[in-house]
């Protein structure tokens, strides 16, 4: 088996436009979540949400490729230049054939969908441009980065809600480990701020309409947010042969299905997802210093999470930290586990751990050190990121420094 | 139909009872209505009364809209309508 490394990284999202803003954000604590701003918000009873701000896609892109980019293809890109610049690969001959993209999105183009919708049902158009189709669909940024950067290797898109971006790096890391691909990029982008978007999520009432206090005994919901993450994932020889640098290593990845419900979450289906990263990368769970959770403020992952926590580390539990970065960027959905890998980047490379923010009461169901509204020092081995989707979809990765 | 007799129907219809087996002092558990469930009773409610519900089901006991049991929410919707029909 193959070691995977990762060699570089891009983002965007509500706390930055890049990795170093996000990670700056992240390290004080920064709240990105915001009065969301789209047409017929005022129709909604939630109103806020990590919206990217600032972003004008005109600068970036033609007129040719505005009208085949939705928001979420538009993410995308942004965060797939960064990755592979920073890189500094160049994909041609054979690397070009080999390496490919798998990309995470829970909806896809929506907003798209939104538009479309509006212009035939409300406002009585019959017809649609033509491109709709190719706009829309879950794959559409996984191809447009293929094509941007001659990847003609093995490219999908995954979609598992709430887990797609995770179970995207996990399927991209077995390429490279397996010596299917020397080089995969990989990662997640999602854009559901929009009025159908944030309608339906209204609808099964687990939405917040102030914050998102994840393990705080007030917590009252998730707050939507939007963005991409996206990685360069290099087999380590290989980047090590062309002296790159390297970030971090993927050590292990596990999935499991909770097999139970289609909203409410699983102690179990948590807890083996989490162990079975730990087995997998032969990371004793002692080793395990920090956790980037799920944790989506709602009462009922939280709670849960720590208790599969607290089943899987035993004593260990109560030494290793655990944050929610969700608090500062919002829930991405589809894009969330991208996003937040990049604190546990951070944690391995920086030694800096990012906070859970809006941290007001203690609950004695979530009694973890969740590293409460400001970041921390600390030097750790092996973190673990979570990510437990709707459906009952879990996928963990795990990360080692190097 | 008046508000409670229209209330243990919609109740009725997501346990999958009849509504004569639904009583004022029955619980929604009681009844073998879970959290989907009650979301998707309160999404009745409002359809079949043109309200609105406060309710968040992360907070269920701290929403306005009490829903310990058949008669509370009774109670609550014939309140809503007073408020927010007049």
Redesign the interface.
């Given at each position: 088996m193959k070691r995977v490394v990762i060699t570089g990284a891009g983002t965007i999202n509500a706390l930055g436009h890049d990795v170093d803003s996000t990670l700056d954000a992240m390290r004080e604590g920064h709240c990105g979540i915001g009065p969301l701003e789209f047409r017929d918000v005022e129709r909604l009873?939630i109103r806020i949400g990590g919206q990217v701000k600032g972003f004008a896609a005109e600068a970036e892109f033609n007129r040719q490729q505005m009208v085949l980019y939705d928001r979420f293809t538009q993410f995308t890109l942004m965060a797939a230049r960064q990755a592979i610049a920073q890189s500094g690969l160049e994909f041609s001959g054979e690397l070009a054939a080999r390496a490919g993209v798998v990309l995470g999105t829970a909806g896809g183009g929506v907003s798209t969908w939104d538009d479309n919708y509006r212009a035939v049902y409300e406002e009585g158009k019959n017809r649609v441009h033509p491109f709709v189709v190719p706009k829309l669909m879950t794959n559409a940024a996984t191809s447009h980065v293929s094509m941007a950067y001659n990847l003609k290797g093995p490219s999908f898109t995954v979609s598992t809600a709430c887990a797609s971006s995770n179970h995207a790096m996990g399927q991209a890391f077995h390429l490279v480990r397996s010596g299917a691909a020397p080089v995969m990029i990989a990662g997640g982008s999602e854009s559901m701020l929009c009025f159908g978007g944030i309608k339906a999520w209204e609808?099964?009432?687990?939405m917040?309409r102030d914050a998102c206090r994840p393990f705080s005994a007030n917590?009252?919901?998730m707050v939507q947010g939007e963005g991409a993450g996206v990685f360069v994932f290099e087999e380590y020889e290989h980047a090590r042969a062309r002296g790159a640098d390297i970030m971090a290593e993927i050590s292990g990845f596990a999935m499991t299905s909770d097999a139970s419900?289609?909203?409410?979450p699983s102690k179990q289906g948590a807890a083996h997802a989490m162990a079975g990263a730990l087995r997998d990368g032969a990371i004793d769970a002692t080793e395990v210093g920090y956790i980037n959770a799920h944790g989506t403020g709602?009462?009922?992952n939280d709670k849960t999470e720590c208790m599969a926590v607290a089943d899987v580390f035993g004593h260990h539990a109560d030494k290793l930290m655990i944050s929610s970065t969700k608090s500062m960027h919002g829930h991405l959905i589809g894009a969330t586990g991208a996003v937040e890998l990049l604190a546990c980047i951070m944690a391995l490379r920086d030694g800096v751990i990012a906070p859970t923010i809006g941290y007001e009461e203690f609950d004695p169901e979530c009694a973890l050190d969740v590293v409460p509204n400001a970041a921390r020092e600390a030097k750790v081995d092996v973190v673990l990121s979570n990510a437990f989707a709707f459906g009952g979809l879990n996928a963990v990765l795990a990360l080692r420094r190097i | 139909m008046d508000v409670r007799t229209k209330v243990i129907e919609i109740i009725a219809e997501q346990a999958v009872l009849e509504p004569s087996d639904v009583t004022m002092d029955s619980t929604l558990a009681d009844l073998g209505i879970?959290?989907?469930g009650m979301?998707e009773s309160?999404?009745a409610i409002e359809e079949a009364f043109d309200i609105?519900v406060p309710?968040?089901?992360?907070?269920p006991n701290?929403s306005d809209f009490d829903i310990s049991s058949v008669a509370t929410i009774v109670a609550g919707v014939e309140k809503l309508i007073a408020e927010q029909k007049t």
């Amino acid at each position: 088996m193959k070691r995977v490394v990762i060699t570089g990284a891009g983002t965007i999202n509500a706390l930055g436009h890049d990795v170093d803003s996000t990670l700056d954000a992240m390290r004080e604590g920064h709240c990105g979540i915001g009065p969301l701003e789209f047409r017929d918000v005022e129709r909604l009873a939630i109103r806020i949400g990590g919206q990217v701000k600032g972003f004008a896609a005109e600068a970036e892109f033609n007129r040719q490729q505005m009208v085949l980019y939705d928001r979420f293809t538009q993410f995308t890109l942004m965060a797939a230049r960064q990755a592979i610049a920073q890189s500094g690969l160049e994909f041609s001959g054979e690397l070009a054939a080999r390496a490919g993209v798998v990309l995470g999105t829970a909806g896809g183009g929506v907003s798209t969908w939104d538009d479309n919708y509006r212009a035939v049902y409300e406002e009585g158009k019959n017809r649609v441009h033509p491109f709709v189709v190719p706009k829309l669909m879950t794959n559409a940024a996984t191809s447009h980065v293929s094509m941007a950067y001659n990847l003609k290797g093995p490219s999908f898109t995954v979609s598992t809600a709430c887990a797609s971006s995770n179970h995207a790096m996990g399927q991209a890391f077995h390429l490279v480990r397996s010596g299917a691909a020397p080089v995969m990029i990989a990662g997640g982008s999602e854009s559901m701020l929009c009025f159908g978007g944030i309608k339906a999520w209204e609808g099964l009432r687990v939405m917040s309409r102030d914050a998102c206090r994840p393990f705080s005994a007030n917590r009252n919901g998730m707050v939507q947010g939007e963005g991409a993450g996206v990685f360069v994932f290099e087999e380590y020889e290989h980047a090590r042969a062309r002296g790159a640098d390297i970030m971090a290593e993927i050590s292990g990845f596990a999935m499991t299905s909770d097999a139970s419900d289609i909203v409410m979450p699983s102690k179990q289906g948590a807890a083996h997802a989490m162990a079975g990263a730990l087995r997998d990368g032969a990371i004793d769970a002692t080793e395990v210093g920090y956790i980037n959770a799920h944790g989506t403020g709602t009462a009922a992952n939280d709670k849960t999470e720590c208790m599969a926590v607290a089943d899987v580390f035993g004593h260990h539990a109560d030494k290793l930290m655990i944050s929610s970065t969700k608090s500062m960027h919002g829930h991405l959905i589809g894009a969330t586990g991208a996003v937040e890998l990049l604190a546990c980047i951070m944690a391995l490379r920086d030694g800096v751990i990012a906070p859970t923010i809006g941290y007001e009461e203690f609950d004695p169901e979530c009694a973890l050190d969740v590293v409460p509204n400001a970041a921390r020092e600390a030097k750790v081995d092996v973190v673990l990121s979570n990510a437990f989707a709707f459906g009952g979809l879990n996928a963990v990765l795990a990360l080692r420094r190097i | 139909m008046d508000v409670r007799t229209k209330v243990i129907e919609i109740i009725a219809e997501q346990a999958v009872l009849e509504p004569s087996d639904v009583t004022m002092d029955s619980t929604l558990a009681d009844l073998g209505i879970d959290s989907l469930g009650m979301v998707e009773s309160i999404f009745a409610i409002e359809e079949a009364f043109d309200i609105s519900v406060p309710f968040n089901a992360n907070a269920p006991n701290e929403s306005d809209f009490d829903i310990s049991s058949v008669a509370t929410i009774v109670a609550g919707v014939e309140k809503l309508i007073a408020e927010q029909k007049t």
